[in-house]
């Protein structure tokens, strides 16, 4: 296998490095003489359930967070790319001026430089970590000793893709449970996953409680990249999971697909009576930093008798809650609150 | 056309009723703040690539000259985004100065490169010289931008050539130098048409060689430079547009700059009105539908030997 698989330059690399590893005398847990029966499947790569990975690396906003959550933050060695401010209770452990975890607000470091942080175990919270351009195709980082976990809603058609190629995903809140149960399976935190899956839960029924019989008013999640086009969220997306469960209906239930960019007319056109602009991205951006997109989108002539912003009902929330994670269920609630505020 | 089509198809009555009796209703404002908008920077900006590739093939009397071809586009581009990377500047009346300084150094690289060695500025030579500046120059902007995802989305969106960037106060400041532009072309159309009987017979003719070259070239950096500010380096405008004109109105340069000028936003137009319906709801860019529409009209034009010749 190893033979066949050195003909590439990069399978080279991969080699060179998993040699130097060895004679370093780091590498990971030897698992090549146990049995490697345990293991669960995810975006059709089998991630092992032995040994809990020691030293993990985390991509993107929601992945860093699961981290926390689970309970396995300590084994943080790196952390890259936040979308929004972390949590409180997890800001108060992320001390990457302290050295530990080591931060990239990029979307993610050089492979080189996440191999140097020598982690066991890579978890992202979005799809382009495992290409060839990003740290590696899974496949790769699983020859030199690197587990790996993908949020199943940004499975791509086959691993290597990027978020060009993803696969016919299922974006509702049981497919988030379920990530967050595998991830803490195999990072050795089952008792948390569950505790945190019944928590999640919970706020979701207790919001869907009180909205039983409210009238939905049709809501359009979009952004504005740069004050450039428009693009709205579609039923690929969690977010219209969290738009339903919110008491909503998508405005843009036709529109397949996380993200679509669309002209201001398609906007006027389907006159939804609620938009949410989630800010983006950065550790120190939090639901202010839409506020230029609100304000362009109430000042413009052209948009004034859409019910949304004719009723000043524009509203910013992060970005990071309408990722998959652990900040669905409060996403729901909250939004719900927005949506209906005499129900609450 | 431009504006009666979009998401919704809106009636030439009620079209005309935004400005007989405004009610202020969706398909008004769509009219007024939407498509009036987008189709005066088509008309705009394709008039002023038209007229600036009539004015490029007839200078370097090269049927394979444009703003894109010789990579003036390019380098415009590229200044706008050093603008914005390196001087923070945001505005229409800031990158528009950028983006002349950029096209004329990049137009004036490619004619000084292609001309070297035997033979002087010929046709092939002149194209391979501005595709290899549009290769390096584009390299260059794809650096910069990716350097600063963050910031340059809005850029990338612009650089693919779309006529709703601007909005009506940047269609008010485009308006006095695409003026100028207009002005510098029609002062150089007699030389333009010296020059395409040689320079011999246009000095005997009593063109001043020089000064008329310079007149038309500064015309170009101009008139590409606001288009390109306005909306996007959109290609093959510039360089198709002109032979169409010549087609109909002939060589003389006093009558196909004008009819650059009427079909250079016709086709721009064209391409946006296409693009608003093909992907609904989606919107294709202008500039990717003249790309996608211009190559195999572009790979015509090299071989039919005919046109060669200017």
């Given at each position: 296998m190893r033979v066949?698989?050195?003909?590439?330059p990069l399978s080279w690399l991969a080699a060179v490095l998993a040699a130097g590893l060895l004679l370093a005398g780091c590498s990971g847990p030897a698992r090549s003489s146990a049995a490697p029966a345990a293991g669960i499947t995810n975006c059709g790569v089998t991630v092992p359930t032995g040994t809990p990975p020691a030293r993990i690396f985390a991509a993107f906003h929601n992945g860093v967070e699961a981290v926390y959550a689970l309970g396995a933050g300590d084994r943080l060695v790196g952390a890259a790319y936040l979308d929004n401010p972390l949590l409180p209770d997890?800001?108060?452990?992320?001390h990457p001026d302290l050295k530990k975890p080591a931060y990239y607000p990029e979307e993610y470091p050089s492979r080189e430089e996440v191999l140097r942080l020598d982690p066991d175990f890579v978890v992202s919270g979005f799809t382009g970590a495992f290409t060839a351009e990003g740290?590696?195709?899974?496949?790769?980082l699983d020859r030199i000793g690197i587990g790996s976990y993908l949020f199943s809603q940004y499975c791509p058609s086959a691993d290597g893709k990027d978020q060009k190629d993803l696969a016919a995903n299922d974006v509702s809140l049981d497919s988030v449970y379920?990530?967050?149960?595998?991830?803490?399976?195999?990072l050795g935190k089952t008792a948390e996953a569950r505790a945190l899956v019944e928590k999640m839960k919970k706020t979701v029924a207790d919001t869907e409680s009180k909205l039983a019989g409210v009238s939905r008013p049709s809501v359009a999640m979009l952004n504005r990249p740069g004050g450039g086009e428009l693009r709205v969220f579609g039923t690929g997306d969690v977010a219209t999971t969290i738009i339903e469960k919110a008491g909503g209906t998508q405005a843009f239930g036709d529109v397949a697909g996380r993200?679509?960019?669309?002209?201001?007319e398609e906007l006027i056109?389907?006159?939804?009576?609620?938009i949410v602009v989630p800010?983006?991205?950065?550790?120190?951006?939090?639901?202010?930093?839409?506020?230029?997109?609100?304000?362009g989108l109430k000042s413009d002539p052209a948009l004034a008798n859409v019910p949304a912003v004719r009723d000043n009902r524009v509203y910013a929330v992060t970005f990071a809650e309408v990722t998959p994670g652990v900040r669905n269920a409060d996403a729901v609630a909250s939004l719900a609150k927005l949506l209906h505020p005499e129900r609450f | 056309m431009s504006v009666l089509v979009g998401t919704q198809t809106i009636g030439v009555r009620a079209a005309l009723g935004t400005w007989l009796h405004p009610d202020g209703s969706d398909a008004q404002r769509i009219v007024a703040y939407l498509r009036v908008p987008r189709t005066l920077v088509g008309i705009l900006a394709g008039a002023a690539l038209g007229v600036a590739g009539g004015l490029l093939q007839g200078v370097t009397r090269n049927a394979l000259a444009g703003p894109e071809v010789l990579g003036v586009n390019a380098g415009a581009a590229l200044a706008v985004v050093l603008g914005i990377a390196v001087f923070g500047v945001h505005t229409f009346g800031g990158w528009v100065w950028f983006s002349f300084a950029g096209a004329a150094l990049a137009g004036a690289g490619v004619y000084t490169l292609g001309s070297l060695g035997r033979g002087g500025a010929t046709p092939v030579k002149l194209a391979l010289a501005g595709a290899a500046a549009t290769a390096l120059l584009g390299g260059l902007t794809t650096a910069l931008t990716l350097l600063d995802i963050n910031t340059f989305t809005a850029y990338r969106y612009w650089s693919v050539g779309a006529l709703t960037s601007a909005d009506a106060a940047v269609i008010r400041t485009a308006l006095p130098f695409l003026a100028v532009g207009a002005v510098l072309a029609v002062a150089s159309a007699r030389a333009l048409d010296a020059f395409a009987l040689g320079d011999d017979m246009a000095r005997s003719l009593g063109q001043g060689l020089a000064a008329g070259r310079a007149t038309a070239a500064l015309g170009?950096?101009?008139?590409?430079?606001?288009?390109?500010?306005?909306?996007?380096?959109?290609?093959?405008?510039g360089l198709t547009v002109p032979h169409m004109a010549r087609a109909i109105a002939g060589p003389a340069h006093r009558w196909l700059l004008p009819y650059s000028a009427v079909i250079a936003p016709i086709v721009l137009l064209a391409a946006d009105v296409l693009g608003r319906v093909i992907a609904r709801p989606q919107e294709v860019q202008a500039g990717i539908v003249t790309a996608i529409a211009g190559a195999p009209f572009f790979v015509a034009l090299v071989r039919r030997r005919g046109l060669a010749s200017l």
């Open positions: 066949r698989a050195v003909r590439s997890y800001a108060a452990r992320f740290l590696g195709t899974r496949a790769e379920g990530d967050l149960t595998n991830l803490g399976v195999v993200l679509t960019r669309i002209g201001t056109k389907r006159r939804p009576d609620v800010a983006c991205c950065g550790a120190d951006v939090g639901p202010g930093g839409a506020q230029s997109v609100i304000d | 170009v950096v101009v008139l590409a430079g606001t288009a390109v500010a306005l909306a996007g380096p959109i290609a093959f405008v």
